[in-house]
């Protein structure tokens, strides 16, 4: 019965953490671009605004895959915070990830088929590395169970140190930061237009950005257990990383999509691979 | 019923029923023998599973074992004339080196001895009942679909005189011999059995007789008569060194022979194992087999025959137990997931991006049976299942969009969603089942990447094969789903023969995902009891599965390393696919034209733009293929070059651990 | 509704187009965007897509060719919508309002709601024309600004 | 990379933002803002009118209306330099946006009275 009321309570919270994050998220950008910036709460106003605008689509296919990109996120992010299953919540993201990309194929627009092309792209970068890091978690622990790492009194930043900085760079993608903001991003680039959200509008679009909400919270999440004993060390953890997100997006000219899965695949990959090796070659001792 | 009769059903009824589809030519006389004849052995096989373990040997043994021998010989006399006939020398070198062999061994060196020296002739394990319960409904399924399929299939391609009782003649008749090749205990009805499939193979892939076709049906011909060699080969060894009584797969896997002498057999074995199921770098006849009529691509080339081939390595598997050749077994099974599932990207054509998908599930489970842990066991059979109903699906799905675009080119297929609904959703769950959770395939893929830690490499390969997978796949979709904005798309209207067996699939799909607790606990945890006694490595509760901990981290036993909540992630699945495909609603008026920048023609469904001179212009959008990096001419060297140096290991472990034993 | 009234109040995003401008008001146009203007303090966020778009800004006399895709453009942006014309010649087609190719101001295809006139509109002018539409709104919702 | 420092300078720096409706920039001095009309100087000899490029403005001699429409002015000071009396002067205040294209209307007081004086 606990579960069910962590479960109720993450749905109805994360969004307005997410959304707060979003706020920051452009507060901070516009300091570093030295601009005054929008209100916090800007996100929100978005959000209702796209809520009471009119609804126009382009196919009603669309409109299906985007609830299948919502549930799913929320579902990861459950897996997270019901503390289960790593490498299970890794396929769960995928199937976000797919049902996104979908919807962005469920219309005959370039902009979108782009986007969607490249959103797959992204995820042939990133799925290998986020399986890899629930492989690692498996190392250090001997668990895919998220509640192991919470058992475990060493952080596993001091043993996946090179993952976490894969992780990191994961996130620039799933955050849709530069310079990997290739599917689609948060500023309007003429020629992707918004890539898979292009033809998304109104309260469809407010769909999405519940869902952006809800993927940053799991995303942060997924940093925050890099250090998850004590409590409030994640929490410095995940700041600090998403922090260092926002700098990155403001200092680096985004890439083309090979690009981005030739350095993802050579060094999130690679270190990966490396710490991986460095457990398999060592004898594991006193883990659990 | 009687036991005999089980088994004459099994085996004996598909020929007899091949022979009554060959002798009344008739349209419908043909489908009420195909429907009658599935009926029969799904029934049948679902007989075996309540039986439970058994073993058999046939009332006149002799008369039988004189049957095999004929008829072994018959079927080799014939791939020496295909090879004469058809100018292909591979063809005939490799029809000698299994006859010639072969004639020694059972006439020179009293071979036949063996023949009578084993008992039981067949044994009827759970894992065999696995593969008959796969073989005869899915089997079955696919061959109903076929009656409608060949008659499209004709009635497009003009073809006069109709060469579908020969073709349901082969179709019907290798059912009854998969059914035989599972159970068969004594390695020479197994290698009869063997020879039947590669023969039905070469008879379908043939089947529309262009030059493409039998140039392809060749190479899958002598590719799978080196795999027959190596069968046989394994025997003489076995004939030799252990003797008479040894080939017997019961003997072979029960540990009653010292381990250095059945490592030579065992990497035959399972050579032969990896050639029936395609794996690098023998890819080839599979891929050049998708030139036949699609169901035969169904049937035999990924939801059966090369099962046969992952069966025997699963098989096998407590032989090469805790060896060397069991890592390389893992690692040549992983390096053909990733590598298969790597080229699937540039693949444009759709039956070709299914093949290469099978050769990489087939690649995952052979991986699984050579990392040899219960848990990597489940995950093989679990997959085994999983993939013949996806696959299946998949395949018919494939042949079903064929016939009503008349392509099998992704591209050619787009939109497909506003042409054909009911196909375009079929073909969703069909493909998403492939790949994504709540499924079974996923759930399989799960288990095998969490028994991956025993050999790491395996796991890595694994995490490289499963991103590639879901571009792959949801590229395909992707192409599918791209529709302008209409509404009200007609239901397509399809044969019988074609929305019953897809319908019946994809209940599968689902029932078998959801039910997947009560299908483990009841067929595969004794399946798996047959392959590997020690350990139990899943335990199924109300909610979902939880892998036990038996790890080389943990050695508590109850400790959970994952877990998989069934229930809830359909549930999710429910919610966020299905409702949504049911309750969302566009109204006409709020249909807009997609956004070109404003340089569309009016209307909300034109999906032509003004170009240079206001000249109208299509809208044409195409996949990614990656054709430089990721196609077969830029990857092809590589991965020849790595999976032959990867088979030299196998064997060059195997003869080094032989050297080190003597 | 309240909130989202009051929340389009709050997050007027415009898309730019530009239809024979001589390129003067579509630099002022952008100038609001830079760090000295900052429109994204009123949640102004300029969107390359009608589809997300609120206000549609257009600079420029509208032509015989552009009329046709600004009419479209307009027809993606889903409601509420509001149209501001910057510049003289998005007003009225300025000194281009007699050319043989041009029609004349933005209203002679689709309705306008402000106008924002000036040679080039000034960026304080076009702020104020957002906050001038903003009013109309609130006007038609019956929120306060 | 490069912009690393810059960005960095900015974060600590604070927004360049000139915060527009609180704080207004006082218009540059030779800025063309609006047009402005002194009706008591206007001798209505109608030059204005004739040399404006955008046809911004109309005199109706009979009912002695200069009539400017400031959806087509373009502020180019055109009318300013040409008009002998120096009644048309440009400000440098921008002219606010509207809702509506309406006309503005000036009666020409001057002209009036000298036609009172020269109308025997």
């Known amino acids: 019965m606990n579960a069910w009321i962590i479960a109720i309570v993450t749905v109805i919270v994360a969004p307005f953490i997410g959304g707060l994050l979003a706020g920051i998220d452009r507060r901070i950008t516009a300091r570093l671009q030295g601009r005054f910036g929008p209100p916090i709460l800007q996100p929100f106003y978005d959000f209702f605004k796209l809520l009471g605008k009119a609804k126009i689509a382009s196919s009603r296919l669309q409109l299906i895959w985007i609830y299948g990109y919502l549930v799913f996120m929320v579902t990861a992010l459950l897996f997270l915070v019901l503390k289960l299953d790593l490498l299970l919540l890794v396929f769960v993201i995928g199937f976000a990830g797919v049902s996104f990309a979908l919807g962005g194929f469920s219309s005959k627009s370039p902009y979108s088929h782009i986007g969607a092309n490249r959103e797959l792209m992204q995820m042939l970068a990133y799925e290998p590395v986020l399986l890899l890091f629930a492989l690692g978690v498996f190392a250090v622990n001997g668990s895919f169970l998220i509640s192991e790492i919470f058992n475990n009194p060493t952080p596993l930043l001091a043993r996946l140190w090179p993952i976490f900085i894969a992780v990191l760079l994961i996130l620039t993608i799933k955050l849709r930061k530069s310079p990997f903001d290739l599917a689609t991003s948060h500023h309007g680039h003429q020629e992707l237009i918004k890539g898979i959200m292009t033809e998304y509008s109104g309260p469809y679009y407010a769909l999405i950005q519940l869902t952006e909400w809800y993927e940053y919270v799991l995303l942060l999440g997924l940093v925050y257990i890099f250090w998850a004993n004590p409590w409030w060390a994640g929490l410095i953890v995940a700041a600090v990383a998403y922090i260092l997100e926002l700098l990155i997006d403001n200092i680096t000219a985004r890439m083309t999509v090979g690009w981005a899965v030739k350095f993802v695949w050579s060094v999130g990959l690679v270190l990966c691979v490396l710490n991986l090796i460095y457990f398999w070659l060592l004898p594991i001792k006193g883990v659990s | 019923m009687d036991y005999n009769w089980m088994m004459a059903v099994a085996i004996l009824l598909p020929v007899v029923a091949a022979i009554l589809v060959y002798i009344l030519r008739q349209y419908h006389v043909r489908g009420i023998i195909v429907v009658v004849t599935a009926i029969a052995l799904i029934i049948n096989s679902i007989l075996f599973l309540l039986k439970g373990s058994q073993t058999f040997t046939p009332a006149n043994a002799q008369l039988w074992d004189t049957v095999v021998t004929v008829l072994d010989y018959l079927i080799l006399l014939f791939y020496i004339y295909a090879g004469i006939s058809l100018k292909n020398w591979l063809v005939l070198i490799f029809a000698l080196t299994q006859i010639v062999p072969l004639a020694y061994f059972e006439f020179g060196m009293g071979g036949k001895a063996a023949l009578e020296a084993i008992n039981p002739t067949f044994v009827v394990d759970h894992l065999a009942i696995v593969m008959t319960l796969v073989i005869s409904i899915v089997g079955s399924l696919i061959c109903i679909w076929a009656i409608r399929y060949m008659y499209d299939h004709e009635h497009h391609n003009h073809i006069e005189k109709s060469r579908q009782p020969r073709f349901f003649f082969w179709l019907v008749l290798f059912l009854g011999a998969m059914n035989g090749l599972v159970f068969a205990n004594n390695l020479i009805y197994l290698y009869f059995f063997w020879e039947v499939t590669t023969l039905v193979c070469f008879q379908l892939i043939a089947h529309d007789l262009n030059k493409e076709a039998v140039n392809n049906a060749a190479r899958a011909l002598w590719m799978n008569s080196i795999g027959g060699t190596g069968l046989i080969l394994a025997m003489i060894y076995l004939f030799v060194k252990v003797g008479p009584d040894s080939l017997s797969v019961a003997k072979i896997i029960s540990g009653g022979i010292a381990p250095a002498l059945l490592l030579l057999p065992v990497a035959l074995l399972c050579f032969t194992g990896m050639i029936k199921a395609a794996q690098m770098p023998f890819q080839t006849w599979l891929l050049g087999a998708m030139v036949a009529p699609t169901p035969v691509s169904a049937l035999l080339h990924s939801s059966t025959m090369v099962k046969a081939g992952v069966y025997l390595v699963v098989r096998l598997a407590p032989a090469f137990a805790g060896t060397k050749l069991g890592i390389m077994v893992a690692l040549v099974g992983a390096f053909t997931f990733m590598a298969a599932s790597g080229l699937a990207i540039s693949q444009t054509t759709g039956k070709r991006v299914l093949a290469y998908s099978t050769i990489a599930n087939l690649g995952l489970i052979i991986a699984c049976a050579g990392i040899n842990t219960p848990l990597s066991i489940s995950a093989a059979i679990l997959l085994i299942i999983f993939h013949a109903v996806s696959k299946g699906l998949m395949f018919l799905c494939a042949g079903t969009i064929e016939h009503i675009v008349w392509s099998r080119e992704i591209e050619d297929m787009e939109g497909l969603a506003a042409k054909a609904p009911m196909t375009t959703a079929i073909t969703t769950i069909g493909v998403l089942s492939m790949f994504l959770p709540p499924f079974g395939m996923l759930l399989a893929k799960w288990l095998a990447l969490e028994a991956s830690f025993t050999i790491p490499l395996a796991g890595i390969l694994f995490v490289i094969a499963s991103a590639a997978t879901i571009v792959f796949w949801a590229k395909w979709l992707g192409r599918l789903m791209q529709v302008l904005p209409k509404l009200g798309s007609k239901i397509e209207s399809l044969s019988l023969s074609y929305t019953v067996p897809l319908w019946v699939l994809v209940l599968g799909i689902f029932g078998l995902g959801l039910g997947v607790g009560p299908v483990y606990e009841g067929l595969v945890k004794n399946a798996v009891a047959n392959v590997i006694a020690s350990g139990q490595a899943l335990t199924t509760s109300a909610t979902g599965i939880v892998v036990n901990g038996v790890t080389a981290v943990s050695s508590n036993p109850s400790f959970a390393v994952g877990s998989y909540p069934v229930w809830p992630l359909f549930v999710v699945f429910a919610v966020g696919i299905l409702i949504p495909f049911i309750f969302v609603a566009v109204k006409p008026g709020e249909l807009r034209p997609v956004y070109l920048c404003g340089e569309q023609v009016e209307g909300a469904d034109a999906d032509e733009w003004y170009s240079t001179a206001d000249a109208k212009t299509k809208v044409q959008l195409g996949g990614f293929y990656f054709k430089g990096a990721l196609s077969e001419a830029a990857l092809n060297p590589w991965t020849y070059t790595l999976s032959i140096a990867l088979l030299v290991i196998l064997f060059g472990v195997v003869f080094l651990a032989i050297g080190g034993a003597i | 509704m309240g909130i989202i009234a009051t929340s389009r109040l709050k997050s007027p995003w415009i898309m730019h187009f530009d239809n024979s401008s001589c390129n003067g008001c579509d630099i002022e146009v952008l100038a609001c965007l830079t760090p000295l203007y900052d429109v994204e303090r009123f949640g102004i966020v300029n969107m390359g897509n009608p589809k997300h778009a609120d206000v549609l800004v257009v600079t420029g006399p509208v032509n015989r060719r552009t009329a046709r895709v600004l009419k479209n453009l307009y027809e993606q942006i889903p409601g509420p919508k509001m149209v501001i014309a910057v510049g003289t010649c998005g007003t009225s087609g300025g000194v281009f309002h007699n050319c043989y190719n041009v029609l004349g101001g933005v209203d002679k295809v689709i309705p306008v709601d402000v106008y924002v006139p000036g040679c080039a509109a000034r960026p304080e002018a076009i702020i104020d024309g957002v906050v001038l539409a903003l009013q109309k709104l609130a006007k038609l919702q019956g929120v306060a600004l | ?120």
Not at chain 4, 66 to 73: A, E, K, S
């Open chain 4, 1 to 120: 990379m490069i912009m690393l420092p810059t960005v960095v300078r900015n974060l600590f720096g604070g927004p360049a933002t000139r915060m527009y409706p609180v704080t207004t920039r006082e218009p540059f001095a030779r800025a063309r803002g609006h047009v402005e009309f002194n009706e008591d100087l206007c001798n209505q000899c109608g030059t204005c009118a004739r040399r404006c490029p955008a046809i911004a403005i109309d005199l109706d001699k009979d009912k002695k209306e200069w009539i400017l429409h400031p959806d087509r002015c373009i502020i180019c000071e055109v009318c300013a330099e040409v008009c002998p009396k120096d009644a048309i002067t440009i400000a440098p205040q921008w002219r606010a946006p509207f809702y509506k294209r309406e006309a503005i209307i000036y009666h020409s007081k001057a002209v009036k009275e000298k036609g009172e004086k020269t109308g025997e």
